[in-house]
Nanobody, 123 residues
Framework: QVQLVESGGGLVQAGGSLTLSCAAS????????VGWFRQAPGKEHEFVAA????????HYADCAQGRFGISRDNAKNTVALQMNSLKPEDTAVYYC????????????????WGQGTQVTVSS
């Protein structure tokens, strides 16, 4: 089993940047692909970005393309989500999730989830 803990959320003005971190413990982290999802109040979970086990493969949702970057450091058991040019509509709780097989944006394929970190973007 893998335990995931997100950090790095907070309050930022529109146009600003934040870097979220997902720290993993438990089984070998490099065996898992990782995805970031978000959930705004009253809305469904939305896929943001995913990264393959090696880090060579990356996939972004349209909402993240060109503004967000996902990366991982398997030696440190962490995955980062760099978010730039933030907009008020990016306000949500952000979750990282892990799966053994590549799942891209398929939320139901992820087996392990963190508790989330709040990101609030003020206008």
């Amino acid at each position: 089993q893998v335990q995931l803990v997100e950090s790095g959320g907070g309050l930022v003005q529109a146009g600003g940047s934040l870097t979220l971190s997902c720290a993993a413990s438990g089984r070998t982290f490099s065996n898992y692909a990782v995805g970031w999802f978000r959930q705004a109040p009253g809305k469904e979970h939305e896929f943001v970005a995913a990264i393959s086990r090696s880090g060579a493969g990356k996939h972004y949702a349209d909402c993240a393309q060109g503004r967000f970057g996902i990366s991982r450091d398997n030696a440190k058991n962490t995955v980062a989500l760099q978010m730039n040019s933030l907009k008020p509509e990016d306000t949500a709780v952000y979750y990282c999730a892990a799966t053994v097989a590549w799942a891209g944006g398929s939320r139901g394929a992820y087996d392990y989830w963190g508790q989330g970190t709040q990101v609030t973007v003020s206008s």
